[in-house]
């Protein structure tokens, strides 16, 4: 059981992040924000894949006022992604952004950032303060160079400078493209801070490298309690980012989402295509709402044994399968045929 540092709790729409809130799901679009029809429908993919908030970059005015046609026709909280521009920051909170993700750093002069915050605090918006360790302030780096000392130095200094506007809906993410500097970062700030934390691994890459970096990164953290909210960032389809990000907290036991498939890394003893089977009962079982888990197994002699762990499994070998339940065998079947009895035993025991 994971012991999760208490944050202070905050809110992003419709969800909490912080304090006993479960640890959440975000991911970003990558359409253009402007072209409302196809950011809409990625981010009802994304919905549907279990994505709990969608952030959006807002490259100009048309996108910030793209903000509210798309709040209106998704049911997830939305986070407008700044660079540079403050009136970007204000306009989209105007057009129903739930929160705005900022580095103050790059925003400009303090009235500026004052804006920003006035602006936050008139449409009840939190914000996120991204710092990153491709963009950290010359005197800086200067003085330690790029290091988790850096990183936490820069946080603290703009939440210094928002609290003294009277701003503490804030949450903080302290990212860099390497693994062990994101984790020392946030372990550090982590031991002086009580604001809520978004995790990832920044430029993570594509979804081989991405994975096992955000894997790694993500999963030390929230192993060590550190982590609120979390994304995980990769080249492609940001339905994979939902799919990694689920697949984490389930490996990790934070939270559940579908089913857990379990298939066994084969040997010398398979005697069936296992890839194409394990392959072929994870996009089958895909939707499901339920959280049983199903075990794939290679050999039908050390299968049932070896998986009876699982809630369901099949395991085949020499032109027939069997499937079992909780490691006892309640079916033999043709092997063209194991699928499909197989999905018709989960479907009998109500299994969606
Ligand atoms: S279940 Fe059978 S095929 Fe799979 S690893 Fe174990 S012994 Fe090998």
Redesign the pocket.
Known sequence: MITRKTTKQISVGSVKIGGDAPVSIQSMTNTDTRDVEATTAQIHRLEEAGCEIVRLAVVDEEAARAFRPIKDKIKIPMIADIHFDHKLAILAMENGADAIRINPGNIGSKDKVKAVVDAAKAHKCSMRIGVNAGSLEKDLLKKYGICANSLVLSAKNHINHIESLGFSDIKISLKASSVPLTYQAYQLFSQSSDYPLHIGVTEAGTFFAGTVKSAAGIGALLLSGIGDTLRVSLTGDPVEEVRVGWQLLNALEIRRRGPEIIS????????ID?VSLAEKVESLSSGFQSTISIAV???P???PG??KHADYGI?GGRGQGIIFKKGQVVKKVKENELIGEFFDLLKNDGVK
């Open positions: 066994c890394p084969t040997c010398g003893r398979t005697e296992m197994m290679g050999c002699v050390n299968g070896e998986a395991a």
